[in-house]
C-alpha cells in the first residue's frame, strides 16, 4: 500500500451529511445540515489564518 493511502478512506462531508442515521441525529439534537456546515467552514477559515 502507497504511503499516505488509507485502506479505507473517510467519507466526504456531503456523504456524511446525506446520512438517514446523521440526519436523524442531527434532528435529534435540534440542528440542520446547514448548521454543519457554518461550523466546518468556520473551522476551515480559521485555520488557514493559523497558518498563512
Known amino acids: ?3 499516505g ?3 479505507f478512506p473517510e ?3 456531503q456523504e456524511l451529511l ?8 442531527l434532528k ?6 446547514e448548521d454543519v456546515k457554518k461550523v466546518v467552514k ?3 477559515e480559521k485555520s488557514r489564518s493559523r497558518f498563512t
Not at 446525506?18 to 441525529?25: H, K, Q, S
Not at 435529534?28 to 445540515?33: E, M, N, S
Open 18 to 25: 446525506a446520512d438517514p442515521v446523521i440526519l436523524a441525529v
Open 5 to 7: 493511502v488509507r485502506k
Open 11 to 13: 467519507p466526504a462531508l
Open 42 to 44: 468556520t473551522y476551515q
Open 28 to 33: 435529534r439534537d435540534g440542528l440542520t445540515v
Open 1 to 3: 500500500m502507497e504511503p
